[in-house]
């Protein structure tokens, strides 16, 4: 079965601390994506990892892949209260656009 | 460049109702995936259409259907409406069969009363 277990599932940070979010996945796939969704509304791409050793960056966030660990983190970098919403990891499931996704984490920034 | 666009955005039904939710892809894009979105039951994969063929389907239902027309928009059905249906629908859009990127709607808000 194809399934992602993210963790935590919820994330109460105070402003201008660090946190990682796990994502771990449960078959051979060489493609990972972070989603970003605020509440009621549709999903944000934040970053696609195409490769084991991938990283990306993005202001706060940096996102990483170990495709042999099937890991990936999304790392916060100083907190800051516009980071607050659900993030969501996703594998490819398959050879179509199949997205398999974690359960999300609700990362709330205190101010 | 406009983006993925879903038709209507809120909806209330009643058990046993039929519904129908369309989703317009980005210009140039010819995959539409469909997610439905519970508290319960996260982020879960319905199907996906390129070039109007079904590629693949989630575990869902006979009671939820698809299709795709030549200019790539899709639709979805849910017959026979059920509360467990309720839902936030989301539909996706690539550029490629197997594209690295999959660009998400607003998403239709389904109420089943």
């Known amino acids: 079965e194809l399934k992602v277990e993210q963790n935590p599932l919820f994330l109460s940070m105070q402003e201008g601390k660090n946190y990682t979010i796990y994502c771990n996945y449960s078959?051979?796939?060489?493609?990972l994506y972070w989603y970003r969704q605020d509440p009621g509304k549709s999903l944000e791409s934040l970053f696609v990892l195409l490769s084991n050793g991938a990283v990306k960056q993005e202001g706060r966030l940096m996102a990483s892949l170990d495709t042999k660990a099937r890991l990936s983190t999304l790392h916060i970098t100083a907190a800051v209260h516009d980071l607050s919403a659900t993030y969501f990891c996703a594998f490819d499931g398959g050879a179509t656009n199949k997205l398999i996704f974690g359960t999300g984490t609700l990362l709330a920034v205190q101010p | 460049k406009a983006g993925v666009t879903q038709t209507p955005r809120y909806l209330i039904k009643t058990r046993g109702q039929q519904v129908t939710l369309s989703c317009s892809p980005i210009?140039?894009?010819?995959?539409v995936s469909w997610y439905q979105q519970t508290p319960g039951q996260g982020l879960q994969f319905l199907f996906e259409?390129?070039?109007?063929?079904?590629?693949n389907k989630g575990n869902f239902p006979g009671r939820f259907s698809g299709r795709q027309f030549s200019n790539s928009r899709s639709e979805m059905n849910v017959s026979t409406l059920e509360l467990g249906d309720s839902a936030l629908y989301l539909c996706a859009s690539s550029s490629l069969p197997n594209n690295r990127e999959q660009y998400f709607g607003p998403g239709t808000r389904l109420t089943v009363t």
């Open positions: 210009s140039g894009h010819r995959s």
């Open positions: 078959t051979t796939s060489d493609r």
């Open positions: 259409y390129f070039s109007e063929t079904q590629r």
